[in-house]
């Protein structure tokens, strides 16, 4: 049986599994679907469309798929997620975080309190975005990544005349790949690679791709040593990966 809290507002194209707990004033607009043994807390917004008024660089979709959340997922509260989303099992989104259209969020993702993943961003399983972080549109997070707290992305080199309508529209968000560490407030600049199980220091701006596991630190950010073979070691272990 599903928990229904006070001035819930649902659409005609709302489902819900079995054994979901909705709190108070969570609103759900246009296809929801929601897995069971599902918690969304109080004051929620599930399925949002994106608006414009005509004078965004980026055009929308003019239609998108239903929003899904997978099984036991949490949705903290005063949330808001997109419609054409997905999250996968056990996916957690932390309180006022804010999830664009099109996004894909594999099994056990966090996002943390205040996190603001843009459109069309892809989320590997296990990674955590911690507290204020921002995912660029277009940017790809693969399995086993940490993403400090308020560490921020760019999509685009070339905003100084895209936004007069002078280069045409491209948006190529960064990759950061299996078990990189992005520390807090650091900046990934468009396009940049961020290699598996590199380290990228807090304060950090990352202009040039990143090698596997490396340290680089500063502004702009420089290579500074190889991370340590026993805890490279240690890491892929924790996997059953066979490394070189």
């Known amino acids: ?11 005609d194209q709302t489902t819900l599994g079995e054994r979901v707990v909705i709190g108070h004033n969570v609103t759900f607009r246009g296809a929801v679907e929601v897995g069971d043994d599902t918690t969304i807390l109080d004051g929620a917004v599930l399925g949002r469309p994106p608006l414009t008024t005509g004078n965004t ?93 308020g560490a921020n992305s760019i999509n685009d080199n070339e905003i100084y005349l895209k936004r007069f309508g002078l280069v ?18 650091a900046t990934l600049a468009a396009a940049v690679v961020v290699g598996e199980g590199a380290l990228v220091a807090p304060g950090a701006m990352v202009v040039r791709d990143v090698p596997a596991w490396t340290l680089v630190a500063g502004v702009p950010a420089t290579e500074r040593r190889p991370v340590p073979e026993q805890e490279r070691r240690s890491i892929l272990e924790r996997f059953g990966i066979q490394g070189p």
């Open 1 to 11: 049986m599903n928990s229904l809290g006070r001035n819930v507002h649902m659409s």
């Open 57 to 149: 660089t980026r055009e929308l979709a003019a239609a998108l798929p239903a929003l899904r959340i997978g099984p036991s997922c949490i949705i903290g509260a005063n949330a808001v997620l997109y419609t054409g989303t997905t999250l996968g099992a056990s996916v957690m989104i932390g309180d006022l975080a804010s999830l664009r259209e099109g996004c894909r969020l594999a099994d056990q993702v966090v996002i943390g309190r205040g996190v603001l993943v843009m459109y069309q961003a892809v989320v590997g399983a296990r990674s955590r975005i911690i507290d204020g972080a921002i995912v660029t549109g277009h940017m790809t997070i693969e399995e086993d990544v940490f993403i400090g707290p």
């Open 168 to 185: 045409a529209p491209a948006w190529h968000g960064p990759v950061v790949r299996r078990f990189a560490v992005v520390g807090a407030s």
